[in-house]
């Protein structure tokens, strides 16, 4: 997510402020790249100025602090500034307290809008609703079939009548909501190739006849100033409510995420990630702005593990990580629990990149991730329950036969016998610094603790309440 601009930003702060103090000279030299950074990525060339004008307006009446580098300086101000950009946080939802609550979802075609209807009942599912989804998009072939099956996966009723006309199925739905024992409507109303007045008018009689609480604009965040013009014309006519990004995730620039809240004047509420239906995340403009700068989405994990992660079996491996006991079992069972998460290259995305090996930005770019974590579980699978609990006794014959029996090299089991002793004796240290995955799971402090204790996670969030609290060294805590 966010790789080209990510780079640049990483780059430019690395490169001309790698030590001394803010400068008019440098501050000059480093807008000058951020502005070319921000058009390469798509930013709205209007939001793109205001944005430099306010970084470098701070930059220069920044006092030096000795403790603070000028590059962290200079980055702090940028995280704020982009924070502010993008802010501030509305991940709100009206809900009606007398009858079901109605969400209208809006969007063009192939803007992922029938998907998201989907992850947005399972979002609401999880927080205690009855969703009724509406299948109103009778204009592309298999749509309704599409939110049928949606409905099917997710245990929840889908109203449908192919030959009614959209206004007349969605206010029909809402009318039959609580006879279903429903609580919220999601109305998938039908997109166009663009907008035009035939879309407008019917998603108008939509509005007036079912009076949706929510009015929210799906738009795929790959379409850069494409995505930001449609919402800016969606939030003229109709009066949007906040906007959804889709495939995030797949969006190397960036523009639609800095923009849209700037030119269309309305929030971003969710983001979609992925094709799974739990993939639905509320906007956070600090993650995002943290993910663009390089410093990864520590929150986002952590977010995703509670939902995931068994909090008994997570201190049980946290014994194993404390006490040297971590095996080639567990390291699979890692792999697994990944996947749970969302797969290795999800994950790996979101730490901060000054903590990926080398070439594993690389890896996750050209995909071989995935290929690899099914390969080193071939082999993993290839090794007797005795080798995988005891490594130690993998000697040259036994490495031999688990090469082949998994397809692979001697060379490829000897890598991962070595990058599994790395992993162990990581962990470890991880654990000694207060229990990586209590703190993981919430314990002890939550994850801004973990962040601040391993090294290189430090967090912008951090970095910039530091650069706010008026230069003054607090007194550290005692343990």
Not at 203 to 211: A, D, M
Request: hydrophobic share 40%.
């Amino acid at each position: 997510m966010f790789d080209t601009i990510s780079d640049k930003f990483q780059d430019i702060s690395r490169r001309i402020f790698s030590g001394g103090k803010l400068t008019e000279k440098n501050i000059e030299e480093a807008i000058r790249e951020i502005r070319t950074a921000l058009l390469e990525a798509d930013v709205n060339y209007g939001v793109a100025k205001t944005f430099i004008q306010r970084v470098k307006e701070k930059a220069l009446g920044e006092q030096l602090v000795k403790s603070v580098k000028a590059r962290e300086q200079f980055i702090a101000i940028v995280f704020d500034e982009l924070v502010s950009l993008m802010g501030p946080v509305d991940t709100s939802i009206s809900f009606a307290e007398k009858r079901a609550t109605v969400i209208m979802m809006a969007g063009l075609q192939g803007s992922g809008k029938t998907t998201t209807c989907g992850k947005m009942a399972k979002f609401l599912i999880k927080k205690g609703h009855r969703p009724l989804l509406v299948a109103a998009d009778i204009q592309r072939p298999g749509a309704i079939e599409q939110l049928q099956i949606l409905g099917e996966t997710l245990g929840v009723p889908v109203f449908s009548e192919p030959n009614w006309t959209p206004p007349k199925i969605c206010a029909k739905a809402v009318a039959e909501a609580s006879k279903k024992n429903c609580d919220v409507v999601i109305l998938d109303t039908a997109g166009r190739l663009h907008i035009d007045e035939g879309l407008m008018k019917e998603l108008g009689e939509i509005k007036k006849k079912t009076k949706p609480d929510n009015i929210f604009l799906v738009t795929d965040s790959m379409t850069g100033q494409d995505a930001v013009n449609s919402a800016q014309e969606f939030h003229k006519l109709l009066g949007l409510d906040g906007v959804v990004l889709t495939k995030l995730d797949g969006d190397t620039r960036g523009g639609a995420a800095l923009s849209i809240r700037e030119v269309a004047g309305c929030p971003i509420k969710f983001v979609g990630m992925g094709e799974t239906l739990d993939r639905l995340e509320e906007f956070d403009p600090q993650r995002m702005a943290s993910r663009i700068l390089g410093e990864g989405d520590l929150a986002g994990i952590a977010a995703i593990a509670k939902d995931l992660i068994n909090e008994e079996e997570a201190e049980k491996i946290q014994e194993k990580m404390l006490s040297g006991q971590f095996t080639l079992n567990d390291f699979l069972d890692q792999f697994s629990m990944m996947k749970k998460m969302g797969g290795f290259s999800d994950l790996m995305g979101m730490l901060p990149k000054n903590m990926l090996p080398p070439g594993a930005q690389e890896q996750l770019q050209s995909g071989d991730a995935e290929n690899m974590i099914k390969h080193t579980e071939a082999m993993i699978h290839s090794m007797t329950p005795q080798e995988r609990n005891h490594p130690d006794v993998l000697d040259g014959s036994r490495r031999l036969r688990v090469a082949k029996g998994s397809g692979k090299t001697i060379q490829d089991v000897n890598q991962l016998l070595k990058q599994f002793q790395d992993m162990r004796k990581m962990m470890g240290n991880m654990g000694q610094m207060g229990g990586f995955m209590d703190k993981l799971m919430g314990g002890g402090g939550g994850l801004p603790s973990m962040a601040g204790g391993l090294p290189g996670m430090g967090g912008m969030g951090g970095m910039s309440g530091k650069m706010r609290s008026k230069r003054k060294k607090k007194p550290r805590r005692k343990k």
